[in-house]
């Protein structure tokens, strides 16, 4: 499994101009990777509207060298308008189905980057958490091959589902919205306003950082502005948590 790993999990900066099929990325089916999104069950209008955000300079990493976003701004202005249409049709008459367990705990696997996702570094034994989301293909062989039966375990600090559900539910006292007033019952979206059930932890704190840094600054982004203006990367880490910890 090895050699292969390596070839289908390692881009490099000179594939940035390549057209790959969205799939590739996203998993056929939608339902992505950590370092990705999944697309299944977004709609049409809030598809299109990234795509354009991407193409337009307003929907960038906070962290400029990210080579992941790079690529999605590649192929956002490589796809045509009409693939762009299809795609998202398509992607849109998904169901994303359950994909991420998240399990509360002290301790994670060493981990190390591969392929842009973490990996447990084989040997290499535990360490403590700390206030970090650690999320791991649950096989790392079936995920670099792109299986889209094969999903992901996210580890979250202990605590932070319930820190998580009161700041998303309440506001947690003034810090940030409420979030089903936008993002519609359970969390499972509302008209183009996206749904947060079951979605990748990790692909969420990116979000909403990347709204605070101001990195996204799409066409809809500041509704978002109120909400997380005042959150800490704690913060951000326990609704990530809670909202991922949501069935979808
Ligand atoms: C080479 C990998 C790659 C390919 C190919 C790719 N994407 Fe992406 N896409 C990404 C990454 C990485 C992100 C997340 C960037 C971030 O963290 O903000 C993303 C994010 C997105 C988002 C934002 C999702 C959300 O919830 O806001 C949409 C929509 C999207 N891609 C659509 C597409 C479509 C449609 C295609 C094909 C025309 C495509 N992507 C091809 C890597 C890719
Ligand atoms: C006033 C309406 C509103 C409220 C309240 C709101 N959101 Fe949003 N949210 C939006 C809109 C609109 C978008 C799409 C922004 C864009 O396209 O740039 C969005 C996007 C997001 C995204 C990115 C999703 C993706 O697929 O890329 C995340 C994550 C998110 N919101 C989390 C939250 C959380 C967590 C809360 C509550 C703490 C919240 N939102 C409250 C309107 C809202």
Redesign the pocket.
């Given at each position: 499994m090895a050699p292969r790993f390596h070839k289908l999990t390692h881009?490099h900066r000179r594939?940035a101009n390549r057209?790959?099929?969205?799939?590739?990325?996203?998993y056929p089916n939608g339902q992505?990777r950590p370092?990705?999104?999944?697309?299944a069950g977004?709609s049409v209008g809030?598809?299109?509207q990234?795509?354009a955000d991407?193409r337009n300079g307003l929907?960038?990493?906070s962290e400029p060298g990210?080579i992941?976003?790079g690529?999605?701004i590649?192929?956002?202005k490589?796809?045509t308008d009409a693939?762009?249409k299809t795609?998202?049709e398509y992607?849109a008459s998904i169901k994303y189905r359950p994909w991420i367990k998240v399990i509360e705990t002290q301790s994670v696997p060493k981990t190390q980057v591969a392929g842009?996702m973490l990996v447990a570094t084989e040997g290499a034994g535990n360490e403590p958490i700390g206030q970090r989301i650690i999320e791991l293909a649950d096989d790392v062989g079936r995920a670099s091959i792109r299986d889209s039966r094969s999903g992901f375990t996210a580890y979250v600090p202990v605590g932070s589902i319930k820190r998580g559900e009161a700041l998303v539910t309440a506001g947690g006292r003034g810090k940030t919205t409420v979030c089903a007033s936008c993002h519609g019952q359970d969390l499972k979206g509302a008209g183009d306003v996206?749904p947060l059930a079951g979605?990748s932890p990790s692909?969420t704190v990116?979000?909403l950082y990347?709204f605070q840094s101001g990195a996204?600054a799409g066409l809809l982004s500041p509704l978002m502005k109120e909400t997380v203006a005042k959150l800490s990367m704690d913060d951000m880490v326990a609704i990530a948590a809670y909202t991922a910890s949501r069935a979808p």
């Amino acid at each position: 499994m090895a050699p292969r790993f390596h070839k289908l999990t390692h881009f490099h900066r000179r594939d940035a101009n390549r057209t790959f099929a969205c799939g590739y990325c996203h998993y056929p089916n939608g339902q992505g990777r950590p370092e990705n999104s999944s697309l299944a069950g977004l709609s049409v209008g809030y598809i299109t509207q990234q795509i354009a955000d991407y193409r337009n300079g307003l929907r960038k990493s906070s962290e400029p060298g990210r080579i992941a976003a790079g690529f999605m701004i590649a192929s956002a202005k490589n796809a045509t308008d009409a693939e762009v249409k299809t795609s998202a049709e398509y992607f849109a008459s998904i169901k994303y189905r359950p994909w991420i367990k998240v399990i509360e705990t002290q301790s994670v696997p060493k981990t190390q980057v591969a392929g842009f996702m973490l990996v447990a570094t084989e040997g290499a034994g535990n360490e403590p958490i700390g206030q970090r989301i650690i999320e791991l293909a649950d096989d790392v062989g079936r995920a670099s091959i792109r299986d889209s039966r094969s999903g992901f375990t996210a580890y979250v600090p202990v605590g932070s589902i319930k820190r998580g559900e009161a700041l998303v539910t309440a506001g947690g006292r003034g810090k940030t919205t409420v979030c089903a007033s936008c993002h519609g019952q359970d969390l499972k979206g509302a008209g183009d306003v996206p749904p947060l059930a079951g979605r990748s932890p990790s692909y969420t704190v990116r979000q909403l950082y990347d709204f605070q840094s101001g990195a996204r600054a799409g066409l809809l982004s500041p509704l978002m502005k109120e909400t997380v203006a005042k959150l800490s990367m704690d913060d951000m880490v326990a609704i990530a948590a809670y909202t991922a910890s949501r069935a979808p």
